[in-house]
């Protein structure tokens, strides 16, 4: 069976979808640091953690399956969309979170400071913070 030719309202709707892609892809600063995990404080916000990352980030900050990273097996990959979504997935300073309003950002703390929130976080109980050096 002979496959159907293309409308041109439907030829328009994906160049529309491919310009809106190339657009949200160009605000990708390609810093890596999304690939790091995020960890959850007693007070409901999160922090970037310092050095544990997702398996795939080079040690050049570069995703080694940059091109398929949404549909890898990899446990931190999200779509752009429920990184943009959902809060916290993304830390401050990434462009993806001027898209929208009101998105609250994970904090990007040194090893000093993370090392001092491990320390309060325990003190208050929040015993998954323990969780945040496992390996992804």
Request: net charge positive; aromatic share 8%.
């Amino acid at each position: 069976m002979p496959k159907r030719k293309k409308t041109l309202t439907e030829k328009k709707r994906e160049a529309v979808l491919k310009k809106k892609e190339r657009e949200l892809e160009s605000l990708c600063k390609r810093c890596g640091v999304c690939c790091h995990i995020k960890v959850g404080l007693a007070d409901g916000s999160y922090v970037v953690h310092p050095s544990q990352t997702c398996k795939y980030l080079t040690d050049g900050n570069c995703c080694s399956v940059y091109e398929r990273r949404f549909s890898c097996d990899a446990k931190i990959c999200f779509t752009r969309e429920e990184m943009i979504t959902k809060d916290y997935l993304l830390p401050e300073g990434c462009p993806y979170t001027q898209i929208r309003l009101g998105y609250k950002s994970a904090r990007v703390v040194s090893q000093d400071e993370f090392d001092a929130i491990i320390v309060r976080e325990l003190e208050l109980g929040n015993y998954n913070i323990l969780l945040a050096n496992r390996v992804f």
